[in-house]
């Protein structure tokens, strides 16, 4: 039998990476997509089909597919929609026209290429979406509003997804990891910097004391911080099970937090939340 596939985005580094390999190393035929030519090049030396795929880009996204198809003769078993990145910085301060950004890469691309493969899904009478989310699709926290807002879309979209999807084979999964050893923070310094004008905010004091200290300056890792590999162990049973759950958590944060969403009152867990 040919080996199951799979089509991962976001694989030039942290979650995808790790996630691409792994898969590989069980068995299955792993489309690690990138958004730079560059990073495509490089995982094809590695021995991986390499599509380039940027989600901020429609073209690449169905060219890519269209690779991915044709080199499996027209079906997928899963996609796994991965690689997002945050603006940090107050709400107030944010430009609507960085949240359409965002909102480009977070959410609509990861609709264009979902909205793509399921009717391949159909037509094979099986699949798997599984939707790389987050602790902040469910709770907020400060400075991240702009990352929380796309994160909440992709969970009411999933969720959605998932309802309409019981009539069929295609079974639509979330996986919400807290902290995760990767380049996250590094990479959101530059979307920080192209977006947000700290300096004339009337949130100036509170950007020195809080939000740049943390972004610009590591520390090591955060206390409850886990590698790729915890979100790649999710991905296998959401991949892998014969019935998967709706909702994968990984760290301990993301556990606590939605213990607390339970069981606190709204401004009781706003307080919590601003602590973090």
């Not at 050893?181 to 809080?210: C, M, P, V």
Request: charged share 25%; aromatic share 8%; net charge positive.
């Amino acid at each position: 039998m040919p080996a199951r596939s799979i089509l991962i985005t976001g694989c030039s580094s942290g979650i995808g990476l790790a996630a691409a390999m792994e898969m590989r190393e069980r068995g299955w035929r792993v489309f690690a997509a990138c958004k730079q030519q560059v990073d495509c090049d490089r995982l094809r030396t590695m021995g991986f089909e390499s599509p380039r795929m940027d989600y901020t880009d429609t073209a690449s996204l169905h060219q890519g597919l269209n690779e991915v198809l044709e080199a499996t003769g027209g079906t997928l078993d899963a996609l796994f929609n991965n690689g997002a990145h945050a603006i940090p910085g107050a709400v107030e301060d944010l430009p609507t026209d960085a949240l359409r950004a965002i909102f480009e890469a977070n959410l609509f691309g990861w609709h264009e290429v979902t909205r793509s493969i399921l009717p391949i899904m159909r037509a094979q009478g099986h699949g798997r979406i599984i939707q790389c989310s987050s602790v902040l699709g469910f709770v907020s926290i400060p400075w991240r509003g702009a990352y929380v807002a796309t994160k909440f879309a992709l969970e009411g979209l999933t969720d959605a997804l998932r309802v309409e999807m019981r009539d069929t084979n295609i079974d639509i999964v979330l996986i919400e990891p807290g902290p995760i050893g990767t380049k996250f923070r590094e990479n959101s310094i530059l979307h920080f910097e192209r977006w947000i004008n700290w300096k004339d905010s009337a949130r100036a004091g509170q950007y020195r004391s809080s939000l740049l200290e943390r972004l610009y300056k590591s520390e090591g890792p955060d206390p409850f911080e886990l590698p790729a590999s915890a979100v790649v162990k999710k991905l296998i049973h959401a991949a892998e099970a014969k019935r998967p759950r709706a909702r994968y958590f990984v760290t301990t944060p993301t556990y606590l937090m939605a213990f607390l969403r339970r069981v606190l009152p709204t401004r009781l867990l706003d307080w919590v939340l601003s602590k973090a």
